[in-house]
């Protein structure tokens, strides 16, 4: 009896987090790749890619808000990110949000830098707990230098 437990504990949690992903709400993770240019600053590649984790809650009938972490480039340089965000479904199946946070970035050969990050984006369910993404991101960092960087993600909601 106990060998059918845990299948069937996997088989209750997999059908009950679609009905979740509809809402936008619950802990997320998810990879992230695109491109990405620094201005007033030493950049090497212009490929952008990472990963994150965030927890969102519905607020208000088609109002979400989150928290979210980031962590980008770790091969030749390193991009932390935290933000705030806050988004509304449309139509069931896409949130369309706009985040604000802080960034800090380093790179072996430069000196720290950290800022002020915004961006927005559009996040669409795809199949179950499985979601899409398509974000832009702008970090004003101090010293003059700023980074635009178009993303696509694939994630999962738990």
Do not use: C, S
């Not at 993770?29 to 490929?47: F, I, K, M, Q, S």
């Not at 991009?79 to 380093?106: C, E, P, Q, S, T």
Request: hydrophobic share 45%.
């Amino acid at each position: 009896m106990k060998k059918y437990l845990a299948p069937l504990a996997v088989a209750a949690a997999f059908v009950a987090t679609p009905a979740m992903a509809n809402d936008f709400a619950g802990v997320r993770a998810e990879v992230t790749a695109g491109l990405d240019d620094v201005t007033g600053g030493v950049d090497p590649t212009d490929v952008a890619y990472g990963a994150g984790v965030g927890l969102d809650a519905k607020l208000y009938k088609n109002v979400v808000v989150g928290v979210e972490a980031t962590l980008d480039n770790v091969f030749d340089r390193r991009n932390i990110g935290a933000a705030a965000r806050l988004g509304f479904v449309v139509a069931d199946k896409a949130l369309v949000y706009g985040k604000v946070g802080y960034a800090n970035w380093k790179q072996t050969t430069t000196a720290e830098l950290e800022g002020l990050r915004v961006g927005g984006g559009v996040e669409a369910n795809l199949y179950g707990p499985v979601y899409g993404k398509i974000e832009y991101r702008y970090t004003d960092f101090d010293g003059g230098v700023g980074q635009h960087g178009g993303l696509v993600g694939l994630g999962v909601r738990f």
